[in-house]
């Protein structure tokens, strides 16, 4: 069992810069492949980074894709994901995710799931 727990989410104008952490439960987490997923008002929970369990292989969406970085430490069983030129679009609920790895842009390749830290981000 993994419990997730994110935080640094917040209010910050656009083009500025967010760093988001997911905490870690339990002493399998690195061996875990983990993920963000956001979803914003009205709209379904989308794919935005994910990184495998060694850290070596990264995955980004299109829409994130350079301007956010995800990491992981796993001394510290902790993933981030660092946000930056951010936009009004990128205004949403963001969870972090864990799973065995293979299906790194489908919320189905996550067993476990956080409760999510808010991010907006205004005009």
């Known amino acids: 069992q993994v419990e997730l727990v994110e935080s640094g989410g917040g209010l910050v104008q656009a083009g500025g810069s967010l760093r988001l952490s997911c905490a870690a439960s339990g002493r399998t987490f690195s061996r875990y492949a983990m993920g963000w997923f956001r979803r914003a008002p009205g709209k379904e929970r989308e794919f935005v980074a994910a990184?495998?369990?060694?850290?070596?292989?990264?995955y980004y969406a299109d829409s994130v894709k350079g301007r956010f970085t995800i990491s992981r430490d796993n001394a510290k069983n902790t993933v981030y994901l660092q946000m930056n030129s951010l936009k009004p679009e990128d205004t949403a609920v963001y969870y972090c995710a864990g799973g065995p790895g293979g299906m790194y842009y489908n919320t189905g390749g996550y067993d476990y799931w956080g409760q999510g830290t808010q991010v907006t981000v205004s005009s």
């Open positions: 990184i495998s369990w060694s850290g070596a292989r990264t």
